[in-house]
């Protein structure tokens, strides 16, 4: 019979256990939302929501008892400050644990801790307006420096500017000025009914 062995031990012992989830209260109010295990983010649960209690008495004593909670001023102070005006009108339920599925490595069952009615929303779950165009990444040389792409528009305008053409244009101009010239008069020989027909008309 487990009777008033309350909380999860988690193979640690008691002062790593303390030192656990006084780093993680501290994560978890500096961020507002962290990822851990399903049943690290169950006991994290009511360390948080004590913690916040405590900032909205605002009293000295409420203040040291929370620093035995939390590690660091800054963190502290946001408890006693903004915390404290964000849920004055929450009777309590100041985190929300959202399930995430299992890990890859030990299918630990993981998942979202994060503290209600938070501004700054993350990038899940903010409504996409409108999907953006993905840029292509230039390709890179085996001494890791990037290949750049030459434009048209420089080409052109160095054309412009200079008066001279590229390689290109000036084999299409050759090849377009070059006539066929047929193989006959190449080898010089005159068909011998060209011949012919020349001896009839002078006769």
Same mark, same amino acid.
């Given at each position: 019979? &487990? ?5 999860? #031990? ?11 989830? &006084? ?7 500096? *961020?507002?939302?962290? &990822?851990?295990?399903? $049943? ?22 409420? *203040? *040291? @008892? ?7 001023? %800054? ?8 915390? $404290?005006?964000? @849920? ?7 985190? *929300? ?5 299992? &890990?890859?490595? =030990?299918? $630990? ?21 409108? #999907? ?6 230039? /390709? ?14 420089? /080409?052109?305008?160095?054309?412009? $500017?200079?008066? #001279? ?13 070059? +006539? ?8 010089? #020989? +005159? =068909?011998?009914?060209? %011949? ?5 008309? +002078?006769?």
């Amino acid at each position: 019979m &487990r009777h008033l062995k309350t909380g999860r #031990k988690f193979g640690r012992t008691s002062a790593h256990r303390k030192a656990l989830f &006084r780093n993680m209260v501290t994560a978890l109010i500096d *961020r507002e939302r962290i &990822r851990t295990t399903l $049943a690290k983010a169950k006991e994290l649960r009511g360390k948080v929501e004590k913690t916040i209690t405590l900032g909205k008495k605002g009293t000295l004593h409420a *203040r *040291r @008892y929370a620093l035995k909670l939390v590690a660091g001023k %800054d963190s502290l102070k946001k408890i006693f400050g903004p915390l $404290a005006e964000r @849920y004055a009108n929450r009777p309590g339920g100041y985190t *929300r644990v959202i399930k995430l599925g299992n &890990r890859l490595g =030990d299918d $630990a069952p993981m998942a979202f801790i994060e503290l209600v009615d938070r501004k700054d929303e993350s990038p899940t779950q903010q409504p996409v307006k409108g #999907k953006k165009k993905i840029e292509e990444t230039p /390709k890179k040389t085996a001494a890791g420096k990037k290949i750049k792409k030459p434009k048209k528009d420089a /080409k052109e305008s160095i054309t412009k $500017a200079t008066g #001279k053409k590229s390689d290109g244009e000036e084999k299409k101009i050759a090849q377009t000025k070059k +006539k066929p010239v047929d193989k006959k008069e190449k080898s010089g #020989k +005159k =068909d011998k009914n060209l %011949d012919v027909d020349s001896t009839t008309k +002078k006769t």
